[in-house]
């Protein structure tokens, strides 16, 4: 079950027993399909308030602290009445109850034509003193303070809504005094009240964050729009939306105002099914479902408002029979929404990346089941948390790891694997212990993903985690997928997305929430896709300078670059003191530290054009700890693979065959590099000496040049040394040896033959040296006598005419070796002889 549920609190197990202990037994009220013990409201500061019926048909209200883990008994009412909706204030000096007095059968039975159907009360409690009567009305009203200041413990004003099946909220200001010891309200007899909203057919409450949404019907369309109650006990509209959906509702639809709804959870809804959800990142969500006339089908549509666009998704059900049946019921879970149909599945959206399908996970059958939520007659009332109204328990609901794990494991198609992955990454903030388990299972499924690369997903997404959380709007900056896009589908799922007009923010110098949810709506105006960094004009210029010869190097402009990867190798250093399971990091790289160097150039060249408000000091931070942690991840899959398949150090010994565990380890790190190659991604120094080094051991000789003539493996300074000076002269290793020479580029050449004393590597040393002195020579003459040299033993003319004028040459001062390369006209004289002695089977002396 991939969402687990702990349950926060239960009316059986944290009040049933202290009533018990009071003497107040609790009984099934047969007279209606509901409990005579339900939760009435969730308040912001974490207060539940729920209702119960006495021996004698009274009603009683109680409050159980979540913090304190307390029960305390609010109000008693003289007589059975059904509590539609109750909220106390932050100071718990006032309740406000609106209950139903009479059901239209009573009415009729008793002749009560002339008695209100429901009344609304302000009730004093600190001590329990007067009750006045907000509304005696025939429609249903329901109550909620405001909590503008959280845990405030002292105020001489309360705010409370009242809202009406009439379709009007109104707000009363309530102002209280302390009298002998007890706080009364003042003016009681006419309280001040203002009108928030009208002529609405739906209306959302957030507690959390004080917001009250609500929908107005305006010809086919409807309308939204949030009203913001501020701690300065102001409220202002702050939003407004089109939205295309069509609502024929006679009654207002209210939610978070009141949980008394299970009585009538075994009728069919008809009535609009439809909730708002926020998360902290500036995302706004609308979820509504209509019941759908096809028999087998339940469509439903998520409004991604902080996108502009829409996603409507028709299912067709496993089991369209199932008695249960009723709506789709949508939870919030912060990054994610999940719309949930008992039986049936359970799909769970990315709200901040709802443009490619594969971020979301649509799951049924057993992966779909919540053990705890057997119904529909469930609310999400804040983020993560999941009120079951009729068992009367609430709920702290995550996302499993193990589940997601599991489920990562046993997923055959790739895009519930892509997602699975991004879910683990982005939504559960891996634990190491996490993390290592899913390099694990990448190690073990690399070549089973078709569709992508599980290590560039694996970077980019953990990269993205890490550094977003640092400044705002880095999320819209910062890659978070290798893909483009997605052609896949959710098998049985059809999926239709829809460009819808962007919410108008009705409100100045933002913040919070609002700042986010502008800026979100900013890089949706900009053509968001092409805000995110990308590496076209990093790869162009590597290229450019990896082909830039020696003197060029030396410019100011690449003393920069390499400036930068020295900052980025120390920053790691200080990250990581200990000794290192994997050899790298050990030598310099040239190509890879001028990657590195371009990377750090280039990303904080895009952020300074984006972020100007953060300024250069935190930017050079962020694009530091950005390329220092790329390359920690990379070490990190390297360590995990190292430990899994226990290898040792000391992988550049030559005299022996690799292992079985060293050839899975070697495809990997193939794996690492054509993922980095695919990102322009710099990988850790000694990266590429390593996988050459195992590629030696592991690979025939006719592989292993197929895998460096087509570029998978590197030739590198470190690691042809020692496999030169390592290696000895017999005829096979001779064969590697040449095939890995010739191969060199020329500068790496040069130096790899001063390393192995061979004949044929003397020769091709003397050839190069006479060659570079000829072409100096050109077409100019021996002027001067040849110089006097000391006597070679030998009478072999040409020879000598050819050493006599190299001897000029050198002597004119044209040498162009350095002096530790020890090679000189004798050197050319003795490498000949040598040659020649060999060509003709005779042995030098």
Known sequence: MLLQLAAEFDLQRDVVPWLAARGWAVALDTSEKSSALYIVNVERNGKIIYTWKGNQRSTHIGLYDLQMKENEHLYTFEKDLR?????????????????????????????????????????????????????????????????????????????????????????????VAEEEHRVVIQNSGQLPRARVADDLIWAQWDMTEQRLFYIVPKESRSILRCVQ???????????????????????????????????????????????????KAGGLCVCCSLPSDIPGEISYSIYFLHKGFS?????????????????????????????YLPGQFLHLLNIHHPDLLCYSLFLTGEDARIDMLPNCSIQSPLVSTVLDCCIGRLYAMSISDSALLKFLQNSKRDSERLAALHCALLCVRSTTDLEMKIIWWISENLSTCHSFDPIQEFIIASLYCRMCPETNNLDKLLPYTSLLDWTGVIPGVACATDIISLPVLEMQNSKGFWEKLDSNLESVKYAEPHLHYHNNVLRREWRNLSEETEERRATAYLRNIFENAK?????????????????????????????????????????????????????????????????????????????????HSCIFCFDERGSEAEFRVFHIMSRILEAANGMCMPLPPGFHSLHLGLGVRCLPLHTLLHYIDNGV???????????????????????????????????????????????????????????????????????????????????????????????????????????????????????????TMMLLGLRYS
């Open 713 to 835: 493996l590197h030739l590198t300074e470190t690691c042809v040394r020692k496999l030169l000076k390592d290696l000895d002269d017999n005829e096979k290793n001779e064969k590697l040896k040449f095939s890995i020479v010739t191969r060199l580029p020329e500068a790496l050449g040069l130096k790899a033959r001063q390393f192995w004393d061979h004949p044929v590597n003397a020769n091709f040393r003397a050839r190069k040296y006479v060659k570079l002195l000829l072409e100096k020579l050109g077409n100019r003459q021996c002027s001067r006598p040849v110089p006097e040299r000391h006597p070679v033993c030998v009478e072999f003319l040409p020879l000598n005419y050819l050493t006599n004028v190299l001897a000029e040459i050198e002597s004119q001062g044209v040498h162009l070796y350095e002096k530790q390369d020890h090679i000189n006209v004798r050197f050319v004289e003795e490498a000949a002889l040598k040659h």
């Open 567 to 647: 900052k980025v190798l120390s920053h790691l250093d200080a990250w990581d003191s200990e000794e290192r399971l994997v050899p790298l990091f050990q030598e310099e790289d040239y190509q890879q530290q001028l990657l590195m160097g371009l990377m750090v150039a280039q990303l904080k060249d895009h952020l300074m054009r984006h972020l100007q408000y953060v300024g250069k000091k935190k930017i050079d931070q962020i694009v530091l700890d950005y390329v220092a942690n790329l390359l920690n991840l990379v070490h990190r899959i390297m360590k995990e693979v190292w430990k899994i398949h226990q290898l």
């Open 83 to 175: 509590i539609i909706s109750c909220s106390i204030n932050s100071e718990r000096t006032l309740l406000a109850v609106s209950f139903r007095q009479y059901t239209e059968e009573e009415r009729v039975t008793h002749l009560l034509q002339s008695v209100s159907k429901y009344l609304a009360l302000l009730i004093e409690i600190h001590p329990i003193n007067n009750v006045k009567v907000l509304k005696a009305v025939d429609s249903c009203v329901r109550v909620q303070f405001l909590y503008p200041v959280e845990d405030r413990n002292s105020s001489t004003e309360s705010h409370l809504l009242l809202v009406s099946e009439d379709k009007y909220i109104e707000q009363f200001d309530i102002h």
């Open 229 to 279: 109650f501020y701690p300065d006990e102001n409220f202002n509209s702050t939003l407004e939306s089109q939205l295309d959906i069509s609502v024929n509702d006679k009654q207002v639809k209210l939610v978070n105002f009141g949980y008394n709804d299970c009585e009538d959870r075994d009728v069919p809804s008809k009535s609009l099914n439809l909730q708002v959800f926020t998360s």
């Open 311 to 339: 996603k409507t998704f028709t299912a067709s059900l496993e089991r369209p029979e199932t008695p249960q049946l009723k709506e789709v019921a949508f939870l919030n879970l912060d990054y994610y929404v999940a719309a």
